[in-house]
């Protein structure tokens, strides 16, 4: 074997280029990114969110007169749904915008993806920073081009804190005498339980930094008991101050905005009723009706104002009556009253559930294209409760308030019109397919030069605009993301085939215009995920194998496809694997290609997906349960890894122990490591946050020092097991790590010179393995209770076997280089089910050892007696490996290996 280094054969970025992007560049993709429908003023928000002039004067100025205190504050607005809280923010955001102290807002919602969760927080506030000030700007974008992974949703929140909004706030100091307000509204609906406190302590940081220009920040949400406990924590409750929507009566309020609302319905349609309308005893009753709650009397006159006098079920005065009838006081009465009042209203509201199933609200003529109806007309009755501009606005279709999308969700409420969300993904589904089907081709835009990088284009982006409307945008974004929430039917079933068959690489296309070729990976993961669990069609194993060869396809000429979109047709494609069903199927457009491949073109895609270059010796890997990032330990640091792009997104700083494992939490962005002076930790890398599991001591009863061994996180990620081991002893320790402080739960000792070689929860979580070389412990993870103890008959387990629980958690699977065996969990009945030789190697690669034999010896790696030693294999929809290896000239890189398709 020749003495070649690593990176003489593969590259330590596998090739990759990356072009250097421009300034405007940066800042456009920033502007692309970011939730700009989490601006206050933005156009994907309710027009009449702000409050009537006239109303609520006693709490604006309340907030107005906090906001101009000198010492800062986190001004926390708390009420019930519909109690008017977004409305209060807006107006009080356009205050502070008036006044000149406003540095941003982000106004969460559930109806957008971007908008309901955390993800684009910091870098939609920095985009504001940067609109603000020039030298903000040009601080956001250094930083970006530094660490392009800024913009991503799986870098660490610390990260993106510090340097998208800390940094440049510090660099303002001097510019801004007067300190800003942020306002954040709806807290609750874009924050999970565990990330609040982060959260809070990070915004609160901005007001306790002196060289921080940032005086308050004003959030409002649900007195939610999660919430509240924050605010009122000890460490905190200095710096909030709680102002409660209960403590300012709303009834004044609301009777000013019925008697304002119903004079300009009046004036609006001309309506031949007398002055005053309606009377001042129906006042009364609607006001009573009302009982404080503005989404109840901003629904009443919705309802009002989408009369025209031309249907006599639609005259003003009939609802009016109908209101004042039925005394319709219950939010889900006045809602069902709505979808019933006409036949029309009837026929729109059989839209209301994929309208309310989109990922992100779209403009009125993409949402009628994407579902072949005039939605205009359709939605028209249900003005009352939806959004419904002109249909040539820019403004875009959504639901008014959160009480109207949770009636849709639940049966008891909607009763008849119920649709199961399952369904409404698949309408939604079968949408996006036909529309990519009847619409998508190749070069869309009419680029024609493949030659040619998107950055030389001086018109692109006009271009995209003109070529890929929204409707076509959205289905290439999301119908990856319907499909997965969908019940599959005949109909989309055949959709999903067709489009597979002829336009899935137009799709790619589309979504590399965008500069999104990372979203079309996931997608294409995601999409065969969830066609996996479909009961068999005929030729699903060819929709398997074309998301699987389309998903390779990306992640291997990823670079030149995201600099270049038309080089997937151009050199992507004429090189793909011959034996592949995405070569068979595509022929003819590699038949067209510029390139002619003569010879050398692989049989089938080579096992290695990418290959990362780590900045020392690498002593473990993981992967986490989705595939879409790897974690590895080196000397130093753990770092988390972007397994499409390969891009670096986050380390801890604290030393893992040398050789211990790294666990992926199964639902939360976690990862638990041993660090090199026996603690166990548990990494947070979306925050960036470490803690520690602390224990009451580090010797045995003989003085010997417990050495770490093995962990594993509970199928809910609220527990982790960490077990230890020293001479004549093994101990596990479970530990929850819900939330606050890890809290020890139980400790189990054993007396064994055994080495501890695994654990694991079972599927339900209410079980743990607890396994040395020589016997098997079952315990109560709630307890500690040993529920069965056994022997092995010969020694299964050693360092490189592994063990799992069984679907129904009645057996243990047992792996291990010669065998398979199945073991009852109380140790009663065993059976080997599978021997292993050279030719039948173990099922936990789905690799012949032949063939991972060939790799080490490419990959030029130390010699081994037993491959499988150096392998860290996880079982990904039977397609993904991950590999630590080592070259001969002491350089380290991560190769990351994919198994076959089937």
Not at 155 to 173: G, H, I, T, Y
Not at 187 to 199: R, S
Not at 242 to 256: C, G, H, K, P, Q
Not at 479 to 488: E, G, K, V
Request: a negative charge; proline letters at 6%; hydrophobic letters at 40%.
């Amino acid at each position: 074997m020749s003495d070649l280094a690593f990176s003489d054969v593969f590259p330590p970025d596998h090739n990759r280029f990356v072009p250097v992007r421009s300034e405007h560049e940066i800042w456009q993709k920033l502007a692309y990114e970011c939730a700009q429908g989490a601006l206050y003023d933005s156009s994907e928000r309710p027009p009449f969110s702000r409050c009537l002039p006239g109303t609520r004067v006693d709490l604006l100025n309340t907030l107005s007169q906090a906001a101009e205190e000198p010492d800062p504050k986190l001004i926390w607005l708390c009420g019930d749904s519909g109690s008017g809280k977004s409305a209060v923010a807006h107006s009080i955001a356009e205050c502070m915008r008036e006044k000149d102290v406003l540095a941003g807002t982000f106004f969460f919602s559930r109806t957008n993806l971007k908008c309901n969760n955390t993800h684009y927080l910091f870098p939609t506030i920095a985009y504001q920073l940067g609109l603000l000030h020039p030298r903000a700007r040009d601080i956001v974008v250094k930083a970006i081009k530094e660490d392009p992974a800024l913009l991503s949703i799986a870098k660490s929140r610390r990260d993106q804190f510090e340097k998208l909004v800390v940094a440049p706030l510090r660099q303002l100091r001097y510019s801004w005498k007067k300190g800003k307000v942020i306002v954040l509204d709806a807290f609750e609906e874009g924050t999970a339980v565990e990330e609040v406190k982060p959260l809070v302590d990070q915004f609160l940081s901005l007001l306790r930094d002196e060289l921080i220009p940032v005086s308050h920040i004003i959030l409002t949400s649900r007195p939610y008991a999660h919430i509240d406990a924050v605010m009122r924590d000890g460490d905190l409750s200095r710096d909030v101050r709680v102002v409660r929507l209960d403590e300012f009566d709303a009834r004044d309020d609301i009777s000013t905005f019925l008697s304002m609302s119903f004079k300009d319905v009046h004036t609006l349609h001309r309506l031949p009723y007398p002055d005053p309308w309606p009377s001042e005893e129906e006042m009364k009753v609607l006001q009573s009706l009302a009982g404080g709650r503005f989404i109840i009397a901003a629904t009443i006159i919705r309802l009002m104002s989408q009369g025209t006098g031309e249907r006599p079920t639609l005259h003003p005065n009939v609802f009016l009556g109908k209101i004042l009838d039925e005394k319709l006081e219950i939010v889900d009465q006045l809602y069902h009253s709505i979808l019933t009042s006409s036949e029309d209203a009837v026929r729109g509201s059989a839209y209301l559930s994929p309208l309310a199933a989109l990922a992100e609200p779209i403009h009125l003529r993409a949402l009628s294209a994407l579902l072949c109806a005039d939605m205009h007309l359709l939605l028209q009755p249900l003005a009352s409760v939806i959004v419904v501009p002109p249909p040539e606005s820019e403004l875009k279709v959504h639901i008014f308030h959160d009480s109207f999308r949770d009636f849709l969700s639940q049966s008891q409420r909607c009763k008849t019109m119920f649709v199961e969300p399952a369904v409404a993904h698949a309408e939604l589904a079968c949408a996006c397919l036909r529309l990519m089907i009847q619409k998508l081709r190749r070069d869309i835009c009419a680029l024609g030069d493949s030659s040619k990088l998107l950055s030389e284009i001086d018109d692109i982006e006009t271009k995209g605009d003109d070529c890929i409307p929204q409707a076509l945008r959205y289905a290439c974004q999301y119908w990856a993301y319907h499909l997965q929430n969908a019940r599959a039917d005949a109909e989309l079933v055949s959709l999903v085939f067709e489009f597979l068959t002829k336009h899935v690489l137009h799709s790619v296309e589309v979504l590399a215009l965008l500069e999104q070729l990372d979203f079309a990976a996931t997608s294409l993961f995601e999409a065969r995920r969830a066609l996996l669990k479909w009961q068999p069609f005929n030729k699903k194993d060819v929709a398997i194998a074309l998301l699987y060869d389309a998903h390779r396809l990306v992640l291997e000429f990823f670079d030149p496809i995201s600099i270049s979109p038309l080089h997937i047709y151009e050199s992507a494609l004429p090189l793909c694997p011959t034996n592949t069903k995405l070569r068979r199927y595509y022929a003819h457009i590699a038949s067209e290609a510029s390139i002619l491949a003569v010879e050398g073109i692989d049989e089938d895609w080579d096992c290695i997906t990418r290959v990362i270059g780590a900045d020392s010796y690498v002593t473990a890997v993981a992967v986490s349960p989705d595939g879409s990032l790897i974690a590895s330990a080196s000397e130093n640091r753990v770092h988390m890894w972007d397994s499409t792009t390969g891009t670096l997104i986050a380390s801890a700083g604290k030393q893992p122990h040398l050789g211990a494992p790294l666990v992926f939490s199964p639902c939360y962005p976690m990862l638990a490591y041993c660090c090199d002076d026996g603690t166990w930790t548990v990494w947070d890398f979306e925050r960036d946050v470490c803690v520690e599991l602390v224990e009451e001591d580090d010797r045995d009863s003989r003085g010997g020092r417990y050495q770490p061994s093995r962990c594993a996180i509970a199928p809910d990620g609220r527990s982790i097991a960490c077990a230890r081991k020293t001479h004549g002893e093994a101990q596990l320790a479970v530990w929850n790590i819900e939330s606050g402080p890890p809290a020890l739960v139980f400790r189990y000792r054993v007396h064994t010179e055994s080495q501890v070689v695994a654990t694991s929860f079972s599927n339900q979580g209410d079980r743990i393995s607890f396994v040395n070389l020589d016997d098997v412990s079952i315990l109560s993870s709630h307890t500690g209770e040993l529920l069965s103890r056994w022997r092995l008959t010969r020694r299964q387990f050693f360092p490189g076997s592994w063990h799992c629980f069984t679907a129904d958690d009645r057996f243990l699977l047992i792996v291990d280089d010669i065998s398979v065996t199945v073991t009852s969990v109380d140790g009663s009945s065993q059976r080997t089910i599978n021997t292993f030789t050279s030719a039948n190697p173990p099922p936990r690669s789905r690799l012949g050892l032949a063939e991972m034999r060939d790799w080490f010896k490419r990959l030029q790696l130390r010699p081994s007696n037993n491959p499988l030693a150096l392998v860290q294999p996880f079982l990904l929809n039977n397609a993904v490996v991950a590999v630590k290896a080592a070259d001969s000239s002491g350089r380290r890189n991560l190769a990351i290996y994919g198994g076959s398709a089937t």
